[in-house]
């Protein structure tokens, strides 16, 4: 496997994981985190948000301090998936280290393989987001239930009502993002680039960015989501969801970086 660059003194990647109640998952996924920084040599600074879990994220955290470049933040009471990711870009942005770093977020449940993050960095050279894709020709879910469904309607509704060009997930966590963007986003949006209740925030997250660059670059990458690898309880709320995405669906306009 042929490695990108990845000079230290040019890029730093920066991993934003948000936890609530992910004891289990964290774990495995921080033990591979430590393999992937290892086979490829990166700059990684891991970003863990704890979000008011009730379980011993906490003191997963703290027995890979010693092994990992982990900043730890830590939130007393559950604050949102907004909250989370509007804390962990700020946090980045103070401590980015050159104009081409990346910005990667993902699920700390386990239920994504960490090294498609290796395909994300190759495919941020030629666009501005990466999205890993359970749409995308050799991705897909395997014991997602209910959750299947959920997704599926929502794509449906974002790709044709509001269809961002070349994106089809809309809903995932697991993006790389340039630094660049993420500085542009913030700015332009007072400190709160994601905006709204729920995990369709995510989705508004990409909507707002023709708003900041029209231009914006969009690509994605196959994702197998392994929801039967969830040790916890989903915390996900089904009528909040369908809603925020029925907002969006219905109540966007269509720039030009739309199709």
Known sequence: MTNIDNDPARRCIHVIFPCYN?????EQL???FQRIIRLQ???????????GSRDHTR????????????????????R???????TGFAHVLETATGPDDVVVTIDSDNTMNPYLIIDLIERIEDADVVIASRFRSGGGMIGAGYRAWLSHLASWLMRSRVGLIHVTDYSIFFRAYRIDLIRDLYRHFQGRPVAGKGFSCMANLLLRIPAVRPDARFAEVPLLLRYDQKKSPSSIRIFQTIMGYLNLAFGQPKPSSFR
Not at 59 to 78: A, G, M, R, T, W
Not at 80 to 86: K, P, R, S, W
Request: charged share 25%; glycine share 4%.
């Open 22 to 26: 992910e004891e289990e998952g964290l």
């Open 30 to 32: 921080l033990h591979r």
């Open 80 to 86: 949102g998936v907004a909250e989370v990711f509007n």
């Open 41 to 51: 040599h990166w700059d990684c600074r891991l970003v863990i948000i704890n979000d």
């Open 59 to 78: 003191f997963v955290v703290q027995s890979f301090l010693d092994e990992l470049p982990i900043h730890y933040i830590h939130f007393e009471k559950n």
